[in-house]
């Protein structure tokens, strides 16, 4: 069993900055893919960032040039570094790491993380 733990979330401001970390444990062999995606009341989740093994990192339009996705392979760790926060970046975060299970890859999900952002 793997499981994910998220920090990192809470209430900014406009224009400020916020960290999220993505920790997974357990049963871990090999980590594929890892990544966030989003979630807003009323709309459907999104793809914010994703980053593969190798380093190579994907983002949606609307993050590009704002959002970091880093990895630590070490600690089993991803992170989403968050600049210039639009109040439209608000929504439930959440991780997602591509466990490698034999032949098959398995993705485990974090529990979600609050941004919230205002003034």
């Known amino acids: 069993q793997v499981q994910l733990v998220e920090s990192g979330g809470g209430l900014v401001q406009p224009g400020g900055s916020l960290r999220l970390s993505c920790a997974a444990s357990?049963?871990?062999?090999?980590?594929?893919?890892m990544g966030w995606y989003r979630q807003a009341p009323g709309k459907q989740r999104e793809s914010v960032a994703d980053?593969?093994?190798?380093?190579?990192?994907d983002y949606a339009d609307s993050v590009k040039g704002r959002f970091t996705i880093a990895r630590d392979n070490a600690k089993n760790t991803v992170y989403l570094q968050m600049n210039s926060l639009k109040p439209e970046d608000m929504a439930v975060y959440y991780c997602?790491?591509?466990?490698?299970?034999?032949?098959?890859?398995?993705?485990?999900w974090g529990q979600g993380t609050q941004v919230t952002v205002s003034s």
């Open positions: 980053i593969t093994s190798g380093g190579s990192t």
């Open positions: 357990g049963s871990i062999f090999s980590i594929d893919a």
């Open positions: 997602y790491v591509d466990v490698r299970m034999g032949r098959g890859i398995n993705r485990y």
